[in-house]
């Protein structure tokens, strides 16, 4: 079966970084993408990563290691608007007919002042 | 470029009633998903199509949900009778295949409510 922890809730300082941690055992692994969720709204594509190592983007960083099944995406200068659930989810079709994502519960992360 | 369209955004039903939902995805996106979204959980995957044919449906609860992607564009969503279990947000995405990333958009989601 499929399996991917990431914690429940968060809380951060404004200005600070943190990371959220993503664990997963799938059957197969083709791809880890983060995103994002607002209160009440739809979730957004933040990061993908299949190769191991760090993908940067501005303030968010997402990194990979395949062999532990394992991933984490690091905000940087946290800003209040960062305050959402940040979802981890895995592709884990090999041959690319999928594309089906595996989702975990999500990360609710709270930026206080 | 305009996103995934869904509605209604929300629905108040009771049980044993039918409810339909209703998804545009992204002009050109070939590939088309619709999800389940229980308060405080992630998605769950209930169906895929690829134009309008079925690539997965394996955690379509197939006796009480149904979905049809006619002409490969627009698509329904339909649960025929819901249960309490079924309150959630129905999110519709869609994706263009073929994409190196095949980044999947998300539309605003419908939020069920069955009393």
């Known amino acids: 079966g499929q399996n991917i922890d990431q914690p429940t809730e968060m809380t951060a300082t404004e200005g600070a970084i943190v990371q959220i941690n993503c664990t997963y055992q799938t059957s197969g692994f083709n791809g880890l993408f983060w995103y994002q969720q607002h209160a009440g709204e739809a979730p957004t594509f933040l990061s993908y990563?299949?190769?191991?190592g760090l993908e940067e983007k501005g303030r968010f960083s997402s990194f990979l290691s395949r062999s532990k099944g394992y991933s984490y995406l690091l905000l940087k200068e946290l800003q209040m608007k960062d305050s959402a659930s940040y979802l981890c989810?895995?592709?884990?079709?090999?041959?690319?007919?999928?594309?089906?994502?595996?989702f975990g519960g999500g990360t609710r992360l709270m930026v206080k002042p | 470029e305009a996103g995934v369209a869904q509605s209604p955004r929300y629905k108040i039903i009771e049980k044993r009633q039918s409810v339909a939902f209703w998804c545009n995805p992204i002009?050109?996106?070939?590939?088309l998903y619709w999800y389940q979204q229980i308060l405080g959980q992630g998605p769950k995957l209930l169906i895929q199509f690829q134009n309008n044919g079925v690539v997965d449906d394996s955690q379509l609860p197939k006796d009480r949900f149904s979905a049809e992607r006619l002409k490969g564009v627009d698509s329904t969503l339909k649960i025929q009778p819901a249960k309490l279990e079924d309150s959630a947000v129905y999110l519709c995405a869609s994706s263009l295949v073929p994409d190196r990333q095949e980044t999947q958009y998300f539309g605003p989601g419908t939020r069920l409510l069955v009393l």
């Open positions: 990563n299949v190769l191991d």
């Open positions: 002009s050109g996106h070939a590939t």
């Open positions: 989810a895995v592709r884990d079709r090999e041959d690319n007919a999928g594309n089906m994502l595996t």
